[in-house]
T-cell receptor
Framework: DTGVSQDPRHKITKRGQNVTFRCDPI?????LYWYRQTLGQGPEFLTY????????KSRLLSDRFSAERPKGSFSTLEIQRTEQGDSAMYLC?????????????FGSGTQLSVL | RKEVEQDPGPFNVPEGATVAFNCTYS??????FFWYRQDCRKEPKLLMS???SGNEDGRFTAQLNRASQYISLLIRDSKLSDSATYLC?????????????FGKGTMLLVSP
């Protein structure tokens, strides 16, 4: 399977716990994106990387969220001190090409439930 | 004004019908436009890009109106398998970088 893969598929945690998600993009893709989606809404941009550099971070992203892409390949998204409002589907996407003409390939997502 | 706005629907149509969705965007400097399709509990997948001159892919036709800042998607001869949420996507410039902003999506339900 050469698509974008995310792990885990589902995560249930208690409020206040830390969680970490992993994304493995398509191997030749240099850009990697994290989005969050809740029911009835479109994907909401969180952050993106070009290779290992984090180039943009949403103003809506609190300090409890951090993302890394240490070697320009896989990426991790960590949420510290989770809150019930963090419950959502976290989608990772990758792309290759010019910034203004990107076609995103999404993973299946990690569904987070904070109890 | 929201950055990317869509009618959430649902649009209920019978098989064989023609249905059209519109989407408006706020940033007049946006350069790239797409329609993505998302099935229930699945990830979004690219349906088609939207070019200035308009473009067609089988039963699907996408058009861009820069003056009015909207894009449209027309589906002819609807199939049951077209039932999904259609997401309008526009690139937005921020801090010198371009990111893709999604609308909330328009739900389409095609019935027998």
């Amino acid at each position: 399977d050469t698509g974008v893969s995310q792990d885990p598929r589902h995560k249930i945690t208690k409020r206040g716990q830390n969680v970490t998600f992993r994304c493995d993009p398509i191997s030749e893709h240099n850009r990697l994106y994290w989005y969050r989606q809740t029911l009835g809404q479109g994907p909401e941009f969180l952050t993106y990387f070009q290779n290992e550099a984090q180039l943009e971070k949403s103003r809506l992203l609190s300090d409890r969220f951090s993302a890394e892409r240490p070697k320009g390949s896989f990426s991790t998204l960590e949420i510290q001190r989770t809150e019930q409002g963090d419950s959502a589907m976290y989608l990772c996407a990758s792309s290759f090409g010019k910034a203004t003409n990107e076609k995103l390939f999404f993973g299946s997502g990690t569904q987070l439930s904070v109890l | 004004r929201k950055e990317v706005e869509q009618d959430p629907g649902p649009f209920n149509v019978p098989e064989g019908a023609t249905v059209a969705f519109n989407c408006t965007y706020s940033n007049s400097a946006s350069q790239s436009f797409f329609w993505y399709r998302q099935d229930c509990r699945k990830e979004p997948k690219l349906l088609m890009s939207v070019y200035s001159s308009g473009n067609e892919d089988g039963r699907f036709t996408a058009q861009l109106n820069r003056a009015s800042q909207y894009i449209s998607l027309l589906i002819r001869d609807s199939k049951l398998s077209d039932s999904a949420t259609y997401l309008c996507v526009v690139n937005m410039e921020s801090s010198g970088y371009s990111t893709l902003t999604f609308g909330k999506g328009t739900m389409l339900l095609v019935s027998p």
